[in-house]
Structure formats: C-alpha cells, structure tokens
C-alpha cells in the first residue's frame, strides 16, 4: 500500500516538474506563453525543448497590462444650427447641450441666433 502511494507521488511529481515552465509563465505573464506550450509539449520528442520551454518562459518580456480606460471627454458646446454641421437643414441641436454662438445675438433687427 505504501509502495502504490510513493509510486503515485512521484508520477504526479513528475507531470507538475514536466509542466512547470507552463507554470512559471502564466504565472510571471509571459507574453509569448503559447511558445511555451508548444515547446513543453514536444518535450518527449527531444528533451532539449524543455529547457527551452524554461528559457522562453523567463527570458521574454511581461505581458504589459491594459491601459486604463479614460473617462469620456465632456460634451461640447453645441453651436447654433448654422454652424453645426449636424444640425443641417433645420434639425435641433440636443436638448442636454448649450448652445453658444459665435456671432453676437442682434437684439433689435428682428433675427434671433437661430437663425
């Protein structure tokens, strides 16, 4: 019973030792871990890609992180419908937007900035 147990010790032993570069990779983030994959797996066929399975692993650069996301820019001002393009031919600019004009109002000609 004893001789079974050591007997299951070592071959798992032996999966975690032939699977370790794997290990060592995902864990430290290689970048290129497929590479490392692939050269563990064709171990059996040469013993000599497992250890270059252990070079790839910690010679190649991190995986760099993510950058954070920024936050959305405020909305813009939005211009009159004369000089905003998408409010061409009569549309309304949107409701949560200021309007700002570039020309100054003309208060007693009878034209609003609108028009």
Request: glycine share 8%; aromatic share 8%.
């Amino acid at each position: 019973m004893q001789q079974q147990l050591v007997w299951a010790a070592v071959i798992v032993g032996a999966i975690v030792l032939f699977c370790l570069p794997v290990i060592v990779a995902a864990i430290r983030g290689t970048d290129p871990i497929w590479l490392v994959v692939l050269l563990t797996v064709l171990t059996p066929l040469g013993g000599v890609t497992w250890f270059g399975a252990w070079i790839v692993a910690l010679a190649f650069p991190r995986r760099r992180p993510a950058a954070p996301r920024r936050p959305a820019p405020p909305r813009q001002l939005a211009l009159p419908p004369r000089e905003d393009p998408r409010c061409l031919y009569g549309g309304v600019p949107p409701a949560d937007m200021a309007v700002v004009s570039r020309h100054p109002a003309s208060g007693g000609s009878g034209v609003s900035a609108w028009s």
